[in-house]
């Protein structure tokens, strides 16, 4: 996502200096620190044919959203911390805890969030799904400089539309350590009526216990080799992991070995808690903030109704469990029986499950291995089955536009990218891809690959063709086609990439422009 991650000597205590060591951080490091001359770079390649992220356009797009004046501050501080995983201390990185504290504010509410850089490398903030202005984006060296060691950066944007977000860095493979939050935007005339709300973060843990997400990444780019033969074994290969299938992804599930599934930033041996009453009626706003996993998240003994997906109301639909790709999110409303009950998001295609705990009365802890015939796949949501909410369905329209992404590339040589060319960040704008504002554009997005991606689309919402749902983020499965439109109303350089970070920093990314 940008050049630099890591420095190449973390000063965290009990590690070895040969563990500290990244091939991929040391180069990160000579990058990082001609930044500012990346940033020059992009500005000159660009030329005066885009509309740049510090435009008068960009500016003009925030005064037209208005806003209701009130102005949320936050200060995130990321530093290196430690997580304690039942026993296990991980050291990595965090904004103060995993996940981070849920940041709230109502839409059209101005959000000004101070970040301080007290890591040993540069770093930023990305808004997860927002459609805000684009110089708060947060993508180096795309929309800003990246945050410097040692130095702040006040993000500061109109939050236009409700929904449930999150934030996480955009700088080397950040995201898969405990950079991250949720960013909760409430409707002022909320429709849903329930009586309590969780908010679950869902995460792939390794960092600080088998590896750091740099060291993976420099394992995996050295590619995983012929896998031929191999689609009935299931096994651990340094941080890789081999024969991790799922049908509902369409074959191979996932390329990196997790020693830990999180829910709330608590391990199985030691699980979340969640509290309430019988009969009373819960919202859960459910994020997948893995690098490398897909989760099929269940009640044990509830069914679920499906009312949002990233942000958007969708028409309500029962469910027993939910499929997400990373960064994608869903809401759901859980009417609470009485008793203990068993809440898990099943590590899809690699036998592990992160587990918590429901509890409205008395009862025994369920155990971790519960069986939860919910997991089963019958009744799984997935966008497929869902159809946006009247009153944000895109008016019917002929795309003025058409834009096709392939996805392209292969576990073998690890060598992932878009239309057979991987991104390139020293030229973000090299293959970007032209649009003009007032236009709807159509989106395919082809996947040749043998792989599923969860592709993520930045400062606007799509809707899936044929009346599916509006999301910012997609499962697209392998050798399968998806076809979405949205509208070209928010001006400037737009990241479009797979959200499996590991594939997004190895080249699969690219731009949408807006042209002048």
Not at 249 to 275: M, S
Not at 483 to 501: E, K, R
Request: with cysteine; glycine share 10%; charged share 20%.
């Amino acid at each position: 996502m940008s050049p630099a991650s890591r420095l190449p000597i973390r000063h965290d205590a009990g590690l070895g200096m040969e563990r500290l060591w990244s091939r991929r951080a040391f180069l990160g490091l000579g990058l990082g620190v001609g930044a500012a001359a990346t940033l020059a770079l992009a500005g000159c390649t660009s030329s005066a044919a885009w509309v740049n992220p510090d435009s008068a356009a960009v500016r003009d797009r925030e005064r037209q959203r208005g806003g209701t004046g009130k102005t949320t501050a936050v200060t995130l501080t990321a530093a290196s911390a430690s997580l304690d995983l039942a026993g296990t201390t991980a050291q990595t990185f965090a904004y103060g805890a995993v996940p981070a504290p849920i940041i709230r504010l109502s839409a059209g509410d101005t959000l000004k969030a101070t970040i301080r850089n007290q890591l040993p490398v540069e770093t930023s903030v990305h808004w997860h799904g927002l459609a805000l202005r684009n110089d708060m984006d947060g993508v180096p060296p795309l929309t800003q400089q990246p945050i410097a060691a040692g130095s702040s950066f006040d993000y500061e944007f109109i939050a236009p539309d409700p929904g449930t977000y999150w934030f996480h860095p955009h700088v080397g493979a950040q995201l898969d350590s405990g950079l991250y939050g949720a960013l909760i935007v409430e409707d002022p005339n909320e429709p849903l009526a329930y009586d309590d709300e969780w908010v679950i973060v869902l995460d792939d843990w390794l960092d600080g216990v088998t590896a750091t997400p740099d060291e993976v990444l420099a394992e995996l780019s050295r590619g995983m080799g012929d896998m031929g033969g191999m689609d009935d074994m299931f096994m651990r290969m340094g941080n890789t992991l081999m024969g991790a299938t799922s049908d509902l992804l369409g074959g191979d599930a996932g390329d990196v070995y997790y020693p830990h599934y999180l829910i709330n930033g608590k391990p199985a041996a030691d699980p979340a808690q969640f509290t309430g009453t019988p009969g009373s009626r819960v919202r859960i706003r459910l994020i997948n903030a893995g690098g490398d996993t897909a989760f099929r998240f269940a009640v044990g003994g509830h069914r679920l109704t499906v009312t949002h997906t990233d942000g958007f109301p969708v028409e309500p639909v029962e469910v027993d469990s939910v499929l997400l790709g990373m960064g994608e999110r869903y809401d759901l409303l859980v009417t609470l029986g009485d008793g203990a009950f068993p809440l898990v998001a099943l590590a899809e295609g690699k036998r592990e499950r992160a587990v918590a705990v429901v509890r409205t009365g008395v009862g025994n802890t369920p155990p971790q291995d519960a069986v939860l015939s919910e997991l089963d796949t019958a009744r799984v949501a997935t966008a497929a089955i869902l159809t946006a909410a009247t009153d944000v369905a895109l008016d019917t329209k002929t795309p003025d536009r058409e834009v096709t992404l392939t996805l392209t590339g292969s576990m073998a040589d690890y060598d992932w990218g878009i239309n057979n060319k991987r991104f390139d960040p020293t030229q973000p704008l090299r293959d970007a891809h032209a649009v003009r504002a007032g236009e709807r554009v159509r989106l395919r997005m082809v996947n040749e690959t043998e792989m599923w991606h969860p592709f993520h689309l930045h400062g606007h919402t799509y809707q899936h063709s044929d009346g599916g749902p509006r999301k910012d983020t997609s499962i697209i499965l392998p050798k399968q086609t998806l076809t979405v439109d949205f509208d070209a109303d928010n001006p400037g350089q737009w990241a479009a990439h797979c959200h499996n970070i590991y594939h997004a920093e190895t080249g699969m990314m690219t731009v949408i422009g807006y042209q002048t």
